[in-house]
């Protein structure tokens, strides 16, 4: 089934799940899928704004163009996602404990998120912006940040030996945090 150019507000699927279909140019607003299966669903220049999506199973979701706005998403595992034609934008979402484990988010944009204890182990975030951004405790390992802006960003811990980081872009104080691993004071 396809829906296109569809509203869809205060609607709760935790506890009736979203039909199963294609979802194109369709906008969310204060929607809860916390707990839901979207598994295998297709979104297509889709806007999630004030959505609860906390621990939806996202198995072979296609989230293609999918933007997410003042959003919860802790827990997601956006590894399990399709990976085919992938394109996510996040502002203002919280993001804590989230895996973007492996996936290509080449220039993705994640503007004012909390991103803590987030895991982009094997990501590809090539000129990904990281904006404004908590990334607390997020585990960056054989990540490919090259060409990243971090400039606003703090709280990272990232091994420029572990991950790829060439033209990334750092700025004081938050690129401390690129000496972590040596276990050095600095004053």
Do not use: H, W
Request: proline share 1%; net charge negative; charged share 25%.
């Amino acid at each position: 089934m396809n829906y296109n150019n569809v509203q869809y507000e205060k609607m709760d699927y935790s506890s009736d799940a979203l039909a199963k279909g294609e979802y194109e140019n369709c906008t969310f607003i204060d929607c809860d899928f916390s707990n839901s299966d979207i598994s295998g669903l297709t979104f297509i220049d889709c806007k999630f704004d004030y959505c609860n999506l906390s621990l939806a199973k996202v198995k072979n979701t296609s989230f293609k163009g999918a933007k997410f706005k003042n959003c919860k998403l802790l827990g997601i595992m956006f590894g399990d996602v399709s990976s085919f034609l992938l394109a996510l934008d996040f502002e203002g979402c919280l993001l804590n404990l989230a895996s973007f484990y492996k996936l290509r988010l080449r220039g993705t944009n994640f503007k004012k998120c909390s991103l803590v204890e987030a895991d982009f182990s094997g990501a590809d975030l090539t000129a990904a912006k990281f904006d404004n951004c908590d990334l607390g405790r997020a585990v960056f390992a054989s990540t490919i940040l090259e060409k990243s802006d971090l400039t606003s960003s703090y709280n990272y811990s990232i091994d420029p030996e572990g991950n790829r980081v060439k033209k990334a872009r750092f700025s004081y104080p938050g690129v401390l945090g690129l000496l972590d691993r040596f276990n050095i004071e600095i004053e």
